[in-house]
């Protein structure tokens, strides 16, 4: 039952005579008579007080939609999706629409209307929407306006970082770095002393599990203790920065804040290709710190960098790895609602991209403007807009340039080619013509005539035969084929007569009318005739500059034939080329594409609102896809299956070569239906438009003039497809001379493509962006994407950037977006990386809530530190090492982590930091510590990832056919694969996130699952006999030093006296449990993976404090 | 003493082995665990808090103390079970006369009408169709709701969205946040336990995943073989074994308290152990059914020859003994008999067919047994799919998923018995009367079990998330009567 205020206020019936009421409100005046008045008041405004007040009447507190239903100006005017009736237009009115439950909102929400009421409506609406005419109740009261500036002023965040000297203290001889006077004046102000130094053992545990992950080595901790030098620390702080462990680290906090996992979740739980190039990408910035605004810009739009960064030893591309981030995200294998899944998964880009680089949650932002914060709608299709300027690629990278090196020599070939080719051909003269209408004429004698006719002395019987061979070959049975009228005609022997000549030219020009109608039915989307790509993009070295062009030698056959002009070919210099071309975005407005295409493995493809999963899945993108093998031969391919369902969507064209095979493509079109086969003759057109064709010779004469005409044209370099054809077919037979010492050239510059392109690498994949077609997107009206608003220019944060931001003219914009980012004017980039350092050392940011540092978040701690750490940063260069080298150095953090009472009472929660907290290790990292002492890790770097080994618990659809070894192989757990449907249980059980968003704070919780994982689980009763067989393999040691080892290396110190004589006892036990003698025991590895086990569960094994 | 398990005497093994690791290695961490117990917080807990099972305030008295889901995976089709359409019999054959929206497949056939019967049950009449002759017998108890909606076509999405509120991976699972909302009645078994019938729905695991609620709350798998939880069973090949481990460990961990001070977290994790342990006996005591009675057994078709069916009752068995234990939030999920979960795109009647003859018996054999033992009034039952199915055919013998209009039933734990409510159209496609959202039925959930689904938040990354995210109503024309004015605050400690 629909619940209803009523608010129906009596109201009095005109009963007098027919009364006019005018009304004029939609730009048209509607006259209504009385009995339409009462139609209104009897059965429309009762049903309009029932159904639709309460959300939408005159007491509502929230308008919905702001839509407001009390009176016809109101109605007219409409809500934020526009007019809700177009009155005496049922059919384009929005409310009829709801109400008939229609695809952009359905009202009433809960029960659809009964019939009659429906009826009721749509007759209103179609009588012009009658109304008495009184004055309009008065409108809501505004909502109170989003005002951007007023937010920006408000609140913390937005203000310009400011400089902060270190403030005063009373103890002077107590700060180490600037940074320690800010913690210390705090804690002076509430009278408390910060904590001792914490003993070097601790000291060097905390640091090595900060900086690297990895629990200390007892040689590091022996050389610490013994090291009396005042820098003793500092060298320890510098060792561990310089550990090629530091980036493994670090990278894996980063991975928590971009949603890194290798699988795309959702059903089937598909492979999400290269991701493990990236987290090396991470590894590898770290280690080099990369100054972290360059890391920025690398993230935002490194595939823009005009000079990008170059990995050190392989020089390749590093910058355009990092825009790999953008597509670390869930997706969806076949969704019904294509739109909706671009917009959901733009929505997790920007919230990634803002919370990881702003701590800003822009996001929110999507349906309505931020609640708390100074962020728009607006704001959020602008920055939408960058991306659906771009687009997701798999970028080629080239280690070693040896790809672009080959390519380039192999250009320079192809160069040599087209150039001797050019000379080769005989300048076209009278002779020349003279020699090919002799050919024709004593060809077609031969053909239909007299075949054992003799032959003119002059003429050349094997060339002769070569002519009438080729005007046999099929090619000439084509209409197509300029020579092919010629043939028509030839039959007749004897002098032409003029109707025959006017026949076959009347059949040429409706031959030419029919091609007109096919183009005007299928579209040329396009024909590759220019000099370049024009608005294509190319991927990749396999596509060359540009289409073929005329004058060029085709490199492709190796022989001595020129290319034909105007395809878009892969393989024009090397098999081993891979590329991409893109076109530009466009409109689907027909069902079918059609491809005139050729090649050997490769693909084409149809990216629609950027859904790229169709890969894996053409459940419902049916022919999305088309694999092309044709074997060399040119071939009309069709693109049909659901396209007609999606006529009007957004989509581009992928031309793919991802192998050693090649594809060419010179004309797609747009069709209804089937594409009828082209008819046109344009040469055979030039023929017989010549004037004065009155004989058989008049008509071979013609001809030699055309062959002669594309001969030279051809040596001009601007023959079109048509006679590069006829070329190439006169030159495939044999008809023209080509000078046999170029032959033999063109035969040694093909062996020469070969010998350089046999040995070039195959270029290396890498997920990244790249621009697209730059264009603007529409608010989505309640994030909606069924009513789209106004256009939000692509622009950065007005908060930021101001509302005068510069238009972008070319491509996303991204790079300018970048730039902006970093510079020192936004207050955000700098601090939210400082704070999250900060975080990782001690706990908890300066800002609690490190991905949000709006109204919603917390407020900093120690503000001015906030702002000096930030500055220091910036002037830094953006060190990330030189800021962790500053922290980690501080007395603050060299404190101990021993509670007193009076900093527990005075700061319970310890937000003035007086102690270091103590910390839980974050899962990854217990495993990594149980490797190291175990003696099981295996240091190997990068590279593909080790599988997730499989339990019978993880269970479900697209589990992998194959585990991955218990162990991992050893690795640390940085790479070990990130399943997003199948996350290794331990990781989860310790918090790791799942991911989806970004997650700068992970959770800490307690649960049995990680005791029990701790007591029972097979890896780890695994690693406690690993290391028992390790110490029992050096017989050397008494059992108290052995003891006493295990300690150091499991726990970080020496054992007690009362430990270990605890620790004797309990040998003793387990010797009588397994009824051994006590010397037994103490060589019985069951008896040492035992206490083996109990050191990893100790406590202190899994915190560091 | 710790009531776990719910006034029902214990076999005499189990509480020795209880008392005798009471008195064993961590007397010290249990005293405190017994404390920590009685303690309430209506806040919601603090990440590291010691004791996260400890139950909570609710924001009013509930009606349902626990929940057993019981998920179709798959999408049973509304018209073939609970509601009949003479219209889509009458025109089966015939081309779909409504406007048919975009479906997962595309593969549109004619009207379908059910090959199944339905009849009229119980004192309020209420049709159940032949696949659920069990059920059937219960309808009075049941709230049918034929008014059902979805937002997504698509089984991960429809999962996810089901179970956490929200269309995509990454939220917290409604068991989580009543977990997390409730805390827990026994503090030796997980709060929220998903019973698996061998599959596991579309979407993976994270459909009952804590997501951004701490891993307290994530659902424990439990699954149909021997070892129904990872590490459950002690890796020592004696007891002694590892109650020695244990003791020189708990040594250890008090040095480390006295080096390190007495810190909240170092204690929590210690105690943690304790829970650990007694997890280890808890659960093999739970899955072992030699207590049960014969007539028990067969009632729900432990001894049936129809497939899936023996696997079904057993997890049906188990949930109303993690009930008498005081689990919070018990899904079961469904096993395999040979066809696709309820997912028939084709031969809906063989796939229906089997689907429903695997977990007929057993639920009616759980409601009957719930009731019996006066546990169906504080124990909200709940049947459903993501979504239902198409009226029209899919193909030529199946039908396609339908998020426009579906039914489920909610029994017990506060639900007024025997009624219907909402309706679809005639075909049963759309529907049209009390329209009722996934977020509603969280809401009404959790208001059964004395929470109000907008008070009930976690603060992550900037908001105040929900399970009903910004929607849900309760929907109160299927609460069973009492007057509003008791609501007063309550807590579940019972």
């Known amino acids: ?1105 | 003493m710790s009531h776990c398990g719910r006034f029902r005497p214990q076999p005499l093994s189990r509480r020795e082995m209880l008392s005798r690791c009471a008195n064993g290695f961590g007397s010290v961490a249990l005293t405190a665990l017994l404390a920590e117990s009685k303690m309430g917080a209506s806040a919601a807990p603090a990440t590291g808090t010691r004791y996260p099972f400890a139950p909570r305030k609710t924001h009013f008295q509930p009606r349902a103390k626990r929940v057993i889901y019981l998920y179709m995976d798959g999408g049973p089709s509304q018209v073939d079970t609970f509601d009949p359409k003479p219209r889509l019999q009458q025109e089966s054959g015939k081309p779909f006369a409504m406007q048919i929206e975009p479906t997962q497949f595309n593969n549109i056939g004619t009207t379908m009408g059910s090959p199944w019967k339905f009849a009229q049950y119980g004192k309020s009449g209420i049709p159940v169709s032949e696949l659920f002759p069990h059920v059937a017998r219960h309808v009075d108890d049941m709230a049918v709701i034929r008014s059902m909606t979805s937002n997504f076509s698509s089984h991960t999405n429809g999962n996810y969205f089901l179970h956490t509120g929200n269309g995509q991976q990454g939220r917290p699972s409604m068991g989580s946040w009543i977990a997390y909302g409730l805390g827990s009645e026994c503090q030796e078994l997980p709060a929220f336990v998903i019973l698996n019938g061998g599959l596991i729905p579309p979407g993976g695991l994270d459909c009952f995943n804590n997501s951004f609620l701490p891993a307290t709350y994530q659902g424990s798998i439990f699954r149909p073989s021997e070892t129904p939880v990872a590490n459950i069973s002690r890796s020592e090949a004696s007891d002694e074994l590892q109650r020695n481990k244990l003791q020189l460990l708990q040594k250890l961990d008090n040095s480390v308290l006295d080096r390190v001070g007495r810190v909240d977290q170092l204690e929590s994790a210690i105690a943690n152990y304790e829970l650990a342990y007694r997890m280890q006996v808890a659960v093999p005591d739970l899955m072992n059914l030699d207590d049960e009675t014969e007539s028990t057994t067969r009632m729900y078709g432990l001894d049936a020859k129809t497939k899936g069916t023996a696997t079904f009752g057993r997890q049906c068995l188990i949930a109303r003994r993690m009930v008498e234990r005081g689990v919070r939030f018990i899904e079961l999920t469904c096993g395999k008999v040979g066809h696709d979960r309820w997912d028939q795109h084709t031969k809906l009647k063989e796939g229906h067919w089997d689907n429903a003859m695997a977990v007929d018996q057993p639920i009616g054999a759980l409601l009957t047994d719930l009731k019996q033992r006066g546990l169906l009034d504080d124990t909200l039952v709940i049947w459903s799919g993501e979504f239902g199915r198409t009226p029209f055919a899919q193909g030529s013998n199946g039908r396609d998923h339908n998020p426009f209009g579906f039914s489920l039933w909610m029994a017990g734990g506060g639900i007024q018995g025997g009624i219907i409510h909402g309706a679809t159209d005639e075909y049963g496609y759309k529907t049209v009367q009390n329209r009722v959202e996934i977020h509603d039925l969280h809401a009404t959930m959790l208001h059964l079990l004395g929470v109000d689904h907008t008070k009930q938040t976690f603060r992550f990354s900037g908001r105040d998330m929900r399970l009903t995210d910004v929607h849900g109503h309760v929907i109160h024309d299927i609460l069973a009567t009492r007057s509003l004015s008791n609501v007063r605050p309550h807590t579940t400690d019972p």
């Open chain 1, 1 to 1105: 039952m629909l619940r209803v205020r009523c608010t129906t206020k009596p109201f009095v019936l005109v009963t007098l005579a027919t009364v006019i009421v005018l009304v004029i409100g939609d730009g048209q005046a509607w006259s209504f008579t009385d009995a339409d008045l009462e139609f209104f008041e009897r059965q429309v405004r009762p049903l309009l007080v029932a159904r639709c007040y309460e959300c939408h009447g005159p007491e509502t507190d929230e308008l919905k939609g702001g839509l407001r239903i009390d009176s016809r100006a109101a109605i007219l005017t409409g809500g934020e999706t526009g007019p809700a009736i177009v009155p005496g237009d049922p059919n384009s009115s929005l409310l009829i629409d709801a109400i008939n439950y229609g695809n952009v909102v359905q009202m009433p929400p809960k029960s659809k209307l009964p019939d009659h009421e429906i009826a009721i409506l749509t007759k209103w609406v179609k009588m012009g929407a009658p109304w008495p005419q009184t004055a309009a109740p008065g409108q809501a009261d505004p909502k109170r306006a989003f005002n951007l500036q007023e937010r920006r002023e408000e609140h913390w965040c937005w203000q310009p970082v400011r400089a902060n000297d270190p403030p005063e203290v009373r103890n002077a001889d107590w700060p180490k770095r600037p940074l320690d006077f800010f913690i210390l004046t705090r804690l002076e102000a509430v009278d408390l002393e910060p904590a001792e130094t914490a003993d070097r053992r601790t000291l060097i545990r905390r640091a090595s599990f900060d900086l690297i992950g990895l629990p200390p080595s007892p040689e590091e901790v022996e050389a610490f203790l013994h090291d009396d030098s005042p820098e003793a620390f500092e060298k320890v702080v510098d060792q561990l920065l310089e550990s090629e462990h530091f980036g493994e680290r670090w990278a894996r906090h980063w991975m928590d804040l971009v949603r890194y996992a290798e699988t795309y979740g959702h059903e089937h739980d598909f492979e999400l290709p290269y991701a493990s190039q990236y987290r090396d990408y991470l590894i590898r910035a770290f280690n080099q710190d990369v100054p972290y605004n360059q890391f920025v810009i690398e993230h935002i739009a490194g595939d823009l960098l005009e000079n990008p960064r170059r990995h050190p030893t392989e020089d390749y591309n590093e910058s355009i790895i990092g825009t790999g981030f953008w597509w670390l995200g869930e997706a969806a294998g076949s969704p019904v609602d294509v739109v909706d899944d671009e917009a959901v998964r733009v929505d997790n880009q920007l919230d990634v991209m803002s919370k990881t680089f702003l701590g800003l949650t822009v996001a929110c932002a999507r349906c309505h403007n931020h609640k708390f914060d100074a962020i728009s709608t607006k704001d959020y299709y602008a920055l939408s807009g960058y991306l659906k300027s771009s687009r997701r690629v798999e970028a080629f990278i080239d280690p070693g340039g040896e790809v672009r090196q080959a390519t380039d020599r192999l250009q320079a070939i192809r160069g040599r080619g087209d150039e001797l080719l050019r000379q080769s051909l005989p300048p076209p003269n009278d002779d020349l013509k003279q020699m090919m209408a002799r050919y024709l004429l004593a060809s077609q004698d031969a053909m239909f005539t007299t075949p054992t006719a003799e032959v003119k002395d002059d003429l050349d019987p094997d060339r002769l035969s070569r002519w009438v061979a080729a005007l046999k070959e099929e090619a000439t049975e084509q209409a197509t084929h300029p020579l092919h009228p010629w043939l028509a005609m030839a039959r007749h022997r004897g002098p032409l007569q003029p109707q025959q000549l006017d026949q076959q030219r009347r059949h040429l020009v409706s031959r030419a009318a029919k091609d007109a109608t096919r183009d005007e039915q299928t579209p040329v989307f396009e024909k590759f005739d220019g000099e370049d790509f024009g608005d294509w993009f190319v991927n990749g070295e396999a596509f060359g500059k540009g289409p073929t062009r005329a004058g060029q030698w085709d490199s492709r056959q190796r022989g001595t034939m020129p290319a034909r002009p105007g395809i878009a070919h892969s393989g024009m210099l090397a098999d081993r080329h891979q590329g991409v071309l893109r076109s530009r975005d466009f409109t689907i407005t027909h069902p079918h594409i059609m491809y005139r295409v050729a090649g050997t493995g490769g693909q084409i493809r149809l990216i629609m609102d950027s859904h790229f999963m169709v890969v894996h899945s053409d459940l419902l993108f049916v022919e999305f896809q088309l694999k092309v093998d044709t074997e060399g031969a040119w071939t009309w391919r069709q693109q049909a299956g659901d396209i007609g369902r999606y006529l009007g969507h957004r989509a581009h064209l992928e031309i793919i070569d991802h192998g050693d095979g090649w594809v060419a493509v010179d004309e797609i079109r747009l069709a209804g239906s089937d594409l009828p086969a082209a008819e046109d003759n344009p040469l055979a057109r030039r023929v017989f438009d010549k004037p004065d064709l009155s004989s058989i010779n008049d008509l071979a004469e013609a001809y030699a003039d055309l062959i002669a005409e594309s001969l030279a044209r051809w040596r001009n370099s601007n023959a079109d497809a048509r006679e590069t054809d006829l070329v190439r077919w006169l030159m495939k037979h044999e008809l023209v001379d080509v000078d046999p010492d170029v032959r033999d050239q063109l035969a040694d510059l093909a062996t020469q493509l070969s010998d350089e392109s046999s040995p070039m690498p195959h270029p290396v994949r890498v997920l990244a962006m790249a621009d697209g077609t730059g264009q603007n997107q529409h608010v989505y009206i309640r994030g909606n994407h069924h009513t789209p608003g106004e256009v939000a220019p692509r622009q950065s944060l007005v908060a930021f950037a101001g509302d005068n931001q510069p238009v972008v003219k070319n491509g996303s914009g991204r790079l300018a977006f970048a730039h902006q980012l970093v510079n020192p004017s936004n207050p955000l980039t700098a601090r939210v990386m400082v704070n999250r350092l900060w975080h990782h050392l001690f706990g908890r940011g300066i800002v609690a809530s490190v991905d949000n540092f709006g109204v919603l978040g917390q407020r900093p701690t120690h503000p001015e530190l906030l702002d000096h750490l930030a500055n220091q940063f910036v002037r830094g260069n953006w060190s990330v090492k030189r800021m962790l080298r500053e922290i980690c150095t501080s007395s603050t953090y060299q404190m101990s982590s021993l509670p007193t009472e009076k900093g527990s009472s005075v700061d319970p929660q310890n937000l003035l930091l007086h102690r270091i907290r103590i910390r839980r290790l974050q899962g990854e990292v217990i495993r990594d510590a149980m490797l190291v002492i175990s003696g099981r890790l295996n240091q190997t770097q990068f590279g593909k990832s080790v599988p997730v080994h499989l339990t019978e618990f993880m269970r479900g659809r697209g589990r992998p056919e194959n585990s991955g070894p218990m162990d991992g192989d050893g690795r640390r757990s940085v790479y070990i694969q990130v399943q997003r449907n199948f996350m290794v249980p331990m990781m989860l059980a310790f918090d790791a996130p799942q991911p989806f968003n970004s997650i700068g704070r992970r959770n800490v919780s307690n649960v049995p699952a990680q005791a029990l994982i701790m007591m029972n689980d097979p890896f780890v009763v695994e690693q406690a006999g690993v290391w028992a067989k390790r110490l029992l393999a050096d017989k050397s040691r008494s059992t108290e030093k052995r003891i006493y080892n295990m300690y150091v290396a499991g726990i970080g110190r020496p054992p007690s006296d009362a430990e270990m004589a605890d620790t004797l006892d309990f040998l003793g036990q387990q010797s009588r449990a397994l009824g051994l003698s006590e010397d037994e025991g103490r060589s019985d590895e069951r008896i040492w993976k035992d206490l083996c086990h109990v050191l990893m569960n100790v406590k202190s094994f899994i915190f560091v404090y």
